[in-house]
T-cell receptor, first 114, second 115 residues
Framework: KQEVTQIPAALSVPEGENLVLNCSFT??????LQWFRQDPGKGLTSLLL???SQREQTSGRLNASLDKSSGRSTLYIAASQPGDSATYLC?????????????WGLGTSLAVNP | GAGVSQSPRYKVAKRGQDVALRCDPI?????LFWYQQALGQGPEFLTY????????KSGLPSDRFFAERPEGSVSTLKIQRTQQEDSAVYLC?????????????FGPGTRLLVL
């Protein structure tokens, strides 16, 4: 059974710091992995999607890496800003034949202090 | 263009009451997903539609939960005889690709509180 774990559960940093959020999954047979951002009272926003054949994806100050064999992904946020404060969720998509489900971690709650 | 919309945004129901939650996906999106997110938890998959066909309902927690997408666009999640444990945020997401390989776009969710 696929399980997704995110560490740390919560993180508080001063503005300007570079930071890394970690995601691990128990079964390396995944279709893709996706990082989301969730703001209170708002919907989920997809940040980065990495296909199982890819090693990393970049978007602006965000960089996500994927090491499928070790069951790990990291989300790197450069030069953090107060507007980055949110909960960051990692989700893996099961392969075809497993109903395309997303299996979610519990998230990392990030606070960037001005 | 408009994103995924959901209504109502908030719903308070008395235990035993039936509720209906609506999702308007992005126009042209083939795939539609419903998730349940309890407080402090990640979203849990409920059901998946490809156009009007409900291809997977394995995540529905009981037969009190029913979802439909009769014309392949708007979807309704119905919960009959609500219980307190049904209190959660119900998220709807849509995706352009039929295999869901692309991004899923999420709505703001409906926050359901059952008293």
């Amino acid at each position: 059974k696929q399980e997704v774990t995110q560490i740390p559960a919560a993180l508080s940093v001063p503005e300007g710091e570079n930071l890394v959020l970690n995601c691990s999954f128990t079964d390396s047979a995944i279709y893709n992995l996706q990082w989301f951002r969730q703001d209170p009272g708002k919907g989920l926003t997809s940040l980065l999607l990495i296909q199982s054949s890819q090693r990393e994806q970049t978007s602006g100050r965000l960089n996500a890496s994927l090491d499928k064999s070790s069951g790990r992904s990291t989300l790197y946020i450069a030069a953090s800003q107060p507007g980055d404060s949110a909960t960051y969720l990692c989700a893996v998509r099961l392969p075809a034949g497993n109903n395309r489900k997303l299996i979610w971690g519990l998230g990392t709650s990030l606070a960037v202090n001005p | 263009g408009a994103g995924v919309s959901q209504s109502p945004r908030y719903k308070v129901a008395k235990r035993g009451q039936d509720v209906a939650l609506r999702c308007d996906p992005i126009s042209g999106h083939v795939s539609l997903f419903w998730y349940q997110q309890a407080l402090g938890q990640g979203p849990e998959f409920l059901t998946y539609f490809q156009n009007e066909a409900q291809l997977d309902k394995s995540g529905l927690p009981s037969d009190r939960f029913f979802a439909e997408r009769p014309e392949g666009s708007v979807s309704t999640l119905k919960i009959q005889r609500t219980q307190q444990e049904d209190s959660a945020v119900y998220l709807c997401a849509s995706s352009f690709r039929d295999r869901g390989s692309g991004d899923q776009y999420f709505g703001p969710g409906t926050r359901l509180l059952v008293l």
